[in-house]
């Protein structure tokens, strides 16, 4: 069966890119969201969130009748899923997103029909979302129970996208496919290949979950290593963005770079599907997690220190000093303020800190509710001309690009080296 009608449910960062790529090889295809703005927004030819590349080809697609959005799954030839999968308070996988979208496809789903999962997820969820459809739909056959004969093929394919160059990645990034048989795979990859330039890799169902687990582990704990390299460097006064290069001139070392911590709704979050999953095993998973969500307390700790630094050296008292934080978002140039180590580091300040504190975000013009009332949005010259204490959190192009000569503060906590 071809796939003429392709429903993708879950239109953010990850499935609204890949409708928006089906559509520009002109296949019909049907985002679903239950959030009626982004439905609306989407059916008007715009977007709502921010990604590069994107608002264009949704516009194309929705003038040219190629993509339009509604709020429950309509018949198609295939669905993807890319719903959100978080943790709950004790770490462990919240699959509710992909059961409920499992659960609204079921009754559109004919024999023939492709079910693709995207989202990151523990090992063993495509044979539970399995196990979901043939109890709601028990009229039609299964991979776990028909095998190659299955009226409907299943396939975890996960998404491996960059924020900020998804539309490049989405084309060009090799795509694992993992079917749970060879014939869900093979059909898997007819798909995608309608826009991939990558490879499509088969492999089976449960590989493919713990392909993209580990991909955003083996960030996390390198990641992990060069955070903890700055908190040993600190100890011992050395520069560790100067170490790290002189490090990486050896043809075998590759260190990644410290910051304030690591955020995301993605690295720091997917370690831990496997460390719920296998707790005893996953020690320096489960260590690298920890060293990175400590760190955003170790700067407060640096922020604090270099208050007091300012209050000794100034004699003033310390609501007359003023901090002033750049960067709120989860990495550089980008909007994106979710788990942001830096927003948190902000938070903690204001928690403590008598005087005023004002935050540089150029990406943002609303600052979060946590910090209503309590910070001042300020632009970066203001802030570089009033602040006692400068608190790097963000490198966005804007803060990389200023000369040395355009900070005079002699209290600085540069956690992502730049004004070194
Ligand atoms: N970070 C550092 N130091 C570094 C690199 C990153 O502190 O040297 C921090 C960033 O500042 C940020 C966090 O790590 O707070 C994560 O940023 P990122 O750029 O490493 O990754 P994400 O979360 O934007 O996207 C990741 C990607 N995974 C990998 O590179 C293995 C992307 O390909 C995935 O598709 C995405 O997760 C996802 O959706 O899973």
Same mark, same amino acid.
Request: hydrophobic share 45%; charged share 20%; aromatic share 6%.
């Given at each position: 069966m071809s796939f003429d009608t392709i429903s993708v449910i879950g239109l953010g960062y990850v499935g609204l890119p890949t409708a928006a790529a089906f559509a520009s090889r002109r296949k019909r295809v049907i985002g679903v969201d239950t959030n009626q703005h982004a439905v609306d927004t989407i059916n008007r030819g715009a977007i709502h969130i921010i990604e590069p590349d994107l608002g264009r080809v949704v516009t194309d697609a929705v003038r040219q009748g190629l993509l339009r959005a509604v709020s429950q799954p309509q018949p198609a030839d295939a669905f993807l899923i890319a719903v959100p999968t978080p943790f709950q308070h004790d770490h462990e996988p919240d699959l509710s997103y992909v059961k409920a979208a499992v659960l609204s496809l079921a009754p559109v789903l004919e024999p023939g029909c492709l079910v693709i999962l995207e989202s990151t997820s523990p090992v063993g969820t495509i044979e539970q979302m399995a196990g979901w459809l043939a109890v709601a739909r028990p009229d039609l056959t299964f991979p776990h129970q028909a095998?190659?004969?299955?009226d409907i093929n299943i396939a975890y394919c996960p998404e491996r996208v960059l924020p900020s160059k998804i539309m490049v990645e989405l084309i060009k990034n090799d795509r694992v496919i993992g079917g749970m048989t060879p014939c869900c795979s093979a059909r898997a990859a007819e798909l995608y290949?309608? =826009?991939?330039?990558g490879e499509c890799v088969v492999t089976n169902a449960r590989t493919a979950e713990m392909c993209k687990l580990t991909e955003n582990s083996f960030r996390d704990v390198n990641i992990a290593f060069a955070n903890e390299l700055s908190v040993i460097c600190a100890e011992q006064q050395i520069n560790v963005w100067e170490l790290i290069a002189l490090a990486n001139r050896h043809p075998r070392v590759n260190i990644l770079q410290p910051g304030p911590g690591v955020g995301g709704h993605c690295i720091a979050v997917d370690p831990w599907f496997i460390v719920a999953q296998n707790p005893a095993q996953a020690r320096l998973i489960r260590t690298a997690r920890q060293i990175n969500d400590d760190k955003p307390d170790w700067v407060v700790e640096k922020v604090k220190a270099a208050v007091a630094d300012c209050l000794n050296d100034?004699?003033?008292?310390?609501?007359?000093v003023i901090i002033a934080c750049f960067g709120l978002a =989860?990495?550089?140039?980008?909007d994106d303020l979710r788990e942001s180590p830096a927003l948190y580091v902000t938070e903690l300040i204001t928690r403590w800190h008598r005087g005023q504190t004002l935050v540089v975000e150029p990406n943002v013009d609303v600052l979060p509710t946590s910090l209503d009332g309590l910070v001042t949005l300020a632009d970066r010259d203001h802030a570089l001309a009033t602040a006692d204490v400068l608190v790097m959190l963000v490198d966005h192009h804007q803060f990389r690009a200023?000369?040395?000569?355009?900070i005079r503060q002699r209290w600085i906590v540069d956690t992502r080296g730049v004004w070194r």
């Amino acid at each position: 069966m071809s796939f003429d009608t392709i429903s993708v449910i879950g239109l953010g960062y990850v499935g609204l890119p890949t409708a928006a790529a089906f559509a520009s090889r002109r296949k019909r295809v049907i985002g679903v969201d239950t959030n009626q703005h982004a439905v609306d927004t989407i059916n008007r030819g715009a977007i709502h969130i921010i990604e590069p590349d994107l608002g264009r080809v949704v516009t194309d697609a929705v003038r040219q009748g190629l993509l339009r959005a509604v709020s429950q799954p309509q018949p198609a030839d295939a669905f993807l899923i890319a719903v959100p999968t978080p943790f709950q308070h004790d770490h462990e996988p919240d699959l509710s997103y992909v059961k409920a979208a499992v659960l609204s496809l079921a009754p559109v789903l004919e024999p023939g029909c492709l079910v693709i999962l995207e989202s990151t997820s523990p090992v063993g969820t495509i044979e539970q979302m399995a196990g979901w459809l043939a109890v709601a739909r028990p009229d039609l056959t299964f991979p776990h129970q028909a095998g190659e004969a299955a009226d409907i093929n299943i396939a975890y394919c996960p998404e491996r996208v960059l924020p900020s160059k998804i539309m490049v990645e989405l084309i060009k990034n090799d795509r694992v496919i993992g079917g749970m048989t060879p014939c869900c795979s093979a059909r898997a990859a007819e798909l995608y290949r309608i =826009f991939l330039e990558g490879e499509c890799v088969v492999t089976n169902a449960r590989t493919a979950e713990m392909c993209k687990l580990t991909e955003n582990s083996f960030r996390d704990v390198n990641i992990a290593f060069a955070n903890e390299l700055s908190v040993i460097c600190a100890e011992q006064q050395i520069n560790v963005w100067e170490l790290i290069a002189l490090a990486n001139r050896h043809p075998r070392v590759n260190i990644l770079q410290p910051g304030p911590g690591v955020g995301g709704h993605c690295i720091a979050v997917d370690p831990w599907f496997i460390v719920a999953q296998n707790p005893a095993q996953a020690r320096l998973i489960r260590t690298a997690r920890q060293i990175n969500d400590d760190k955003p307390d170790w700067v407060v700790e640096k922020v604090k220190a270099a208050v007091a630094d300012c209050l000794n050296d100034s004699g003033r008292g310390s609501s007359d000093v003023i901090i002033a934080c750049f960067g709120l978002a =989860f990495k550089p140039d980008i909007d994106d303020l979710r788990e942001s180590p830096a927003l948190y580091v902000t938070e903690l300040i204001t928690r403590w800190h008598r005087g005023q504190t004002l935050v540089v975000e150029p990406n943002v013009d609303v600052l979060p509710t946590s910090l209503d009332g309590l910070v001042t949005l300020a632009d970066r010259d203001h802030a570089l001309a009033t602040a006692d204490v400068l608190v790097m959190l963000v490198d966005h192009h804007q803060f990389r690009a200023l000369a040395p000569s355009a900070i005079r503060q002699r209290w600085i906590v540069d956690t992502r080296g730049v004004w070194r």
